[in-house]
């Protein structure tokens, strides 16, 4: 057989990226450690060459596959990559100052950011099983090392160490049900899965237990009930900076191998795990809603809410319709953006010798900043689901899927966890405005951290008032 060169036009995202990586390597042995703003430079140069080529005018046209099919450039790809990379830069700008207030400030924080992004890039356009896999575990080897990244911090060294095995089982787990999977299909690229898996008499148990355990992989990555003990440790035990990043991009990279391997490959085999999906949506309302209400711990809260907006973004996968998949999507890009303002505002909050990780420590920030105070404000309120604010059209679309596809009992569910949620969410309202301050220092943070956060905050009205062009890609990606 003649060797036919791979179409390399595709794939010059992941190219820029690892390219990038090798440059931003190599300049950052030469750089001097008080000069390492220019290790930033190079990190957020690169990242804007990688978006060019992934969602802007660099960006390939329609459907397009590449290396035996073992690569997809879509519509799909192209807005969570453009997302993806923007989120990832906005975290390397508001964690330059938190880690060289703390003497963390090296060049490794910044290449484990770009071999995370590389990683989340071949996930999102993989096509095949060994090419999702290959994605996953390049982002997450490069996660467990970032929450490692300080190595005086035993806390962080433990949540390092938890992630670590726990990742490993999960990763175990999701390569079980692809090897099944590719046993009972004889492929490994994910549309001739789905077409032999549609033309099989019926569903078998080998079938459905693979698809437990590809279920079971990817709600790890999520961080879905109960699967979700990872979370709250890991939040709370990594830096600050660390945090912002994983409960970030890497969700994107999460709804795009859910969409790729429940969608793609095994789309017939919706009601097998559909069920399943509902049911980590459920629980991980209900847990994440109500433990969240008994946190003292600012990133702990976060982290249960996480696990509560993930079963937003499951439920409307759920719904099982392309209404439902587009709320999901939807819902992933939208939460991805607040989570990075909440976090961003804890950096905001915290200086040299002080974390800022408990609620109190938000005590009276009014007295302290009203402008920042009021960006937490828009942030709460759209996590909370306010109109006019992003975060109530994510989920009204969610619940309108569910509506639309007769499963009204799930949508009630989800309103009745949203109103119990709202709680914790009103509480640190509550400590910034009626409450004494405990702290009057000034606010520690360079102007880029100052504009890029309330920009950030600010997006959380504008998208509302204007969520029509973000829910036509959103529709366009999932059409």
Known sequence: MDFVAPQLAPAMTEI????????????????????????????????????????????????????????????????????????????????????????????????????????????????????????????????YAMVAFDRDSPVAAESAMKYFVLGAIASGILLYGMSILYGLTGSLILTEIGQTLAASEGQTPAVFLAT?????????????????????????????????????????????????????????????????????????????????????????MLAYSTIAHVGFILLGFAAGSPEGRQAALFYAIVYSIMATGAFGMVILLSKKGFESEELDDFKGLNQRSPWFAAMMLLLMVSMIGIPPFVGFFAKLNVLAALVGADQTTLAVIGVLFSVIGAFYYLRVIRLMYFDAATDHTALEAGMDVRVLLSLNALAMLLLGIYANPLLQLCAAAMA
Request: aromatic content about 12%; some cysteine; glycine content about 8%.
């Open 212 to 300: 437990a355990f590809i279920v079971v992989g990817v709600a790890f990555k999520f961080g879905a009930v109960p699967f979700h003990n990872w979370v709250p440790d890991v939040y709370h035990g990594a830096r600050t900076s660390v945090t912002l990043f994983i409960a970030t991009a890497p969700k994107l990279a999460a709804f795009a191998m859910l969409t790729r391997l429940m969608y793609t490959a095994m789309g017939s085999e919706a009601s097998t795990w559909q069920p399943g999906l509902i049911v980590l949506g459920v629980l991980s309302l209900a847990l994440g809603n109500v433990v969240a209400i008994a946190q003292t711990n600012i990133k702990r």
């Open 16 to 143: 820029v990226l690892a390219i990038g990586i090798c440059v931003v390597l190599l300049a950052d042995l030469f750089i001097p450690a008080q000069r390492r703003i220019i290790t930033l430079w190079l990190s957020l140069a690169v990242l804007t060459a990688a978006a060019w080529f992934a969602g802007g005018p660099g960006a390939i046209e329609g459907s397009v596959f590449t290396f035996n099919d073992s690569y997809v450039a879509d519509s799909l790809s192209r807005i969570l990559k453009s997302f993806s990379f923007l989120l990832i830069a906005i975290v390397l700008v508001y964690s330059h100052a938190y880690l060289q207030l703390r003497g963390l400030m090296k060049g490794e924080y910044y290449l484990l950011g770009l071999f995370a992004a590389l990683g989340i890039s071949v996930m999102i356009s993989a096509h095949s099983l060994i090419t999702m896999y290959l994605g996953l575990e390049l982002m997450s080897l490069a996660l």
